[in-house]
């Protein structure tokens, strides 16, 4: 089973990137093979929206960026995890430009020009966020996941890791096992 992770932080040392790894980590105590991208490294534009990708021509995006390791990634990947810090209540703008970029080939139900994939990929959404009350952002996270289900995925879990103002994630020792146990429960 192959697992990627994608860590849609800026800061490639911090909260959202040491979760997506401790998952990963989990996934692959279970034998899953693992990656992951931290956006710091990657290039990616937002979505200029000129419906190239559906086009008919089969050609998907046209923006030739490293966005396109990812989508040959996410082709041959079975599980998704994708990391966000919480940014003024929502998905970092980085999280927001992968998600847009998805438009190229995920195929949403939202249109009947669209068909219905038979093998959903399984996601798991992961948020951290500086404020202690994890129920903070609840309806943002239930209307994300849903927009994800709209998208196609198989949405297996939204972590919320909150408090980060308090303690970075990676001196929490209560996060440890919980973030591996949900990699682990990810492998089939
Ligand atoms: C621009 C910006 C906006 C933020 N907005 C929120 C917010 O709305 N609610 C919150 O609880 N934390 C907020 N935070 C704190 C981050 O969500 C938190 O520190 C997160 O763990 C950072 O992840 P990172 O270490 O991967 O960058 C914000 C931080 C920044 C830099």
Redesign the pocket.
């Known amino acids: 089973m192959k697992i990627i992770g994608i ?1 849609a ?3 490639k040392e ?5 979760v997506v790894n401790k998952i990963l980590e989990g996934a692959k105590e279970k034998g899953a093979e693992t990656h992951s991208w931290c956006f710091s490294d990657l290039d990616i534009e937002p979505c200029r929206g000129c419906l190239c990708c559906h086009d008919g021509s089969d050609r998907g995006c046209i923006i030739n960026d490293d966005m396109q390791e990812l989508y040959d990634a996410m082709e041959h990947a079975d599980a998704l995890v994708l ?1 966000s ?6 998905m970092s703008a980085q999280a927001k430009i992968f998600t847009d970029r998805l438009f190229a080939q995920i195929s949403p139900r939202f249109s009947p020009h669209y068909k219905e994939k038979v093998t959903k990929m399984k996601l798991v959404l992961a ?5 202690p009350d994890s129920g ?2 609840q309806e943002y996270f239930d209307y994300t996941k849903k927009m994800f289900q709209l998208l196609e995925f198989d949405v297996k879990e939204v972590v919320v ?2 408090g ?2 308090n303690k ?2 990676c001196e929490r020792k209560d996060l440890d096992t919980a973030m591996k146990h949900v990699g682990s429960a990810l492998v089939l």
């Open positions: 860590i932080s800026p800061r911090g909260n959202t990137s040491w990391g810090p919480v940014y003024m209540g929502q948020f951290t966020q500086g404020n903070m952002f890791v909150a980060m103002r970075p994630a």
